[in-house]
């Protein structure tokens, strides 16, 4: 079975770090692009960062603060968070894309499978 599970979530201050991963199951990551995703209440799920074989891609929120990364070994894909502000608060989310214009991967609707959400609060 395909399965994703998002880890690493957290209360953390403004200014600070997490590092967010993806373990994957029932797949070779080499074979899909992983999006990042969050939700805040009331809002929308919105792309935050995307990876597949050689390409990476940063909403503009989050660029120059984000670094997705990926360990085959382990099958997991990392989302590592810097200089967070408060409004990164959100619950985040990693997906397996499937058959995903790179061009249209902050759409939710192309990913197929999805992880069960980890809760990022940036608060003092």
């Known amino acids: 079975d395909v399965q994703l599970q998002a880890s690493g979530g957290g209360l953390v201050q403004p200014g600070g770090s997490l590092r967010l991963s993806c373990a994957a199951s029932?797949?070779?990551?080499?074979?899909?692009?992983i999006g990042w995703f969050r939700q805040a209440p009331g809002k929308e799920r919105v792309g935050v960062s995307f990876?597949?074989?050689?390409?990476?891609f940063y909403a503009s929120s989050v660029k120059d603060r984000f670094t997705i990364s990926r360990d085959n070994t382990k099958n997991t894909v990392y989302l590592q968070m810097n200089s967070l502000k408060p409004e990164d608060t959100a619950v985040y989310y990693c997906?397996?894309?499937?058959?995903?214009?790179?061009?249209?991967?902050?759409?939710?609707?192309?990913?197929?499978?999805w992880g069960q959400g980890t809760q990022v609060t940036v608060s003092s």
């Open positions: 997906a397996r894309g499937s058959r995903l214009p790179l061009s249209l991967w902050r759409d939710p609707h192309y990913y197929s499978y």
């Open positions: 029932g797949f070779a990551l080499d074979d899909y692009g």
């Open positions: 990876i597949n074989v050689g390409r990476k």
